[in-house]
């Protein structure tokens, strides 16, 4: 499966040649340069192509289903140019959010310093200090616990440092992963601040897929049913009831999605003021298309607003547990020499 950046890459060269009026099997052909990565697929996509097949068949094995789904529809409707500018800008605007993002793990960052400084010092600098001004290793509860630090690690250094190496490298692994990323988008979204951030974040990059949907002359159940896995799972619930009701039901769009038409615990409730709009004023204009393409902006400028709001609060909080650790390590380095001084006397 390709990356964002490579089907950013793909889907834009595609794209400036389809408006140069190149064929498709010759676009094709030269993505194989372009990605060298990728060749043999491209070259395989090729050959495919020249067989009769649509590019969407080639392209299901390393692109999501939702933007196969827009090309699908692309290809019915003659609408290649349009789609693939579209796919560009959608995937583009994730990829700059995902650098927002990286941004919240600066706190954590501080924070991790600050132990492994603490931890270090405590369990190497404290004990030599002591030693070398002939004081006792029980002289306060923080150079006790030094002690009790270094001795552990001398007796269980290999252990320590294979459980460290394990985890870090563990860590990389479950982080990089298509569960890892979930669970971390989940957990995000509880976080004060960040996570409202998040949750309009994640509506904003969902409108503007469905806006790309539209643009492929994707109905609207069936755009909804492609994109809805863009978003983190604990916020698809809902528009699987929504879905039902426009077409199962046959509601109007401005009923299915009016929360005062359900119960409080209707999942539909927690989905931003600005979706619900988009499809209440998309219903009586007949364009949902160009209220998603108008709202997916708003929401992510909000959502970046909160998530950077909720960054520079996590620093502040991540600075002072950063200074808490580095006085306890001052307190533990100098006490044994504020000891030795009163022994002086």
Not at 192 to 220: D, Q, R, T
């Amino acid at each position: 499966m390709m990356t964002l950046d490579e089907i950013w890459e793909a889907s834009g060269s595609l794209a400036s040649q389809f408006r140069a009026q190149v064929e498709i099997h010759d676009a094709v052909g030269t993505m194989s340069s372009a990605q060298p990565h990728y060749a043999e697929f491209w070259e395989e996509a090729k050959a495919s192509v020249e067989a009769g097949n649509p590019l969407s068949v080639s392209l299901a094995s390393v692109w999501p289903d939702s933007l196969v789904g827009a090309v699908k529809a692309a290809e019915e409707s003659g609408t290649m140019e349009q789609v693939f500018a579209r796919v560009t800008d959608a995937v583009g605007i994730q990829i700059e959010l995902r650098k927002t993002m990286m941004k919240l793990s600066y706190p954590f960052g501080i924070m991790a310093v600050a132990v492994l400084a603490f931890v270090g010092v405590m369990t190497f600098a404290v004990p030599m200090t002591t030693r070398s001004l002939g004081l006792k290793a029980d002289g306060n509860f923080m150079t006790s616990l030094a002690f009790a630090m270094e001795a552990f690690f001398l007796n269980s250094w290999v252990v320590v440092v294979a459980v460290v190496v394990g985890a870090v490298i563990f860590g990389v692994k479950w982080a990089q992963s298509e569960e890892g990323r979930k669970s971390m988008m989940e957990m995000g979204l509880k976080l004060p601040i960040v996570g409202e951030g998040l949750h309009l974040l994640s509506f904003g990059i969902w409108a503007k897929y469905m806006s790309l949907m539209f643009s492929a002359g994707i109905a609207l159940d069936r755009s909804i049913t492609l994109t809805v896995g863009t978003l983190p799972d604990s916020r698809q619930v809902g528009f699987e009831a929504f879905v039902r009701d426009i077409s199962t039901n046959n509601y109007p769009v401005s009923y299915a999605a009016n929360v005062a038409n359900f119960s409080n615990d209707d999942a539909r409730h927690q989905w931003p003021l600005f979706i619900r709009r988009a499809f209440l004023v998309g219903d009586k204009t007949g364009r949902i298309d160009d209220q998603m393409n108008v709202v997916a902006p708003e929401l992510i400028k909000a959502g970046v607003r909160r998530i950077e709001r909720g960054i520079e609060v996590g620093k502040i909080l991540a600075t002072a547990v950063a200074g808490m650790l580095i006085s306890l390590v001052l307190f533990a380095v100098y006490s044994p020499t504020f000891s030795a001084i009163r022994n002086l006397h």
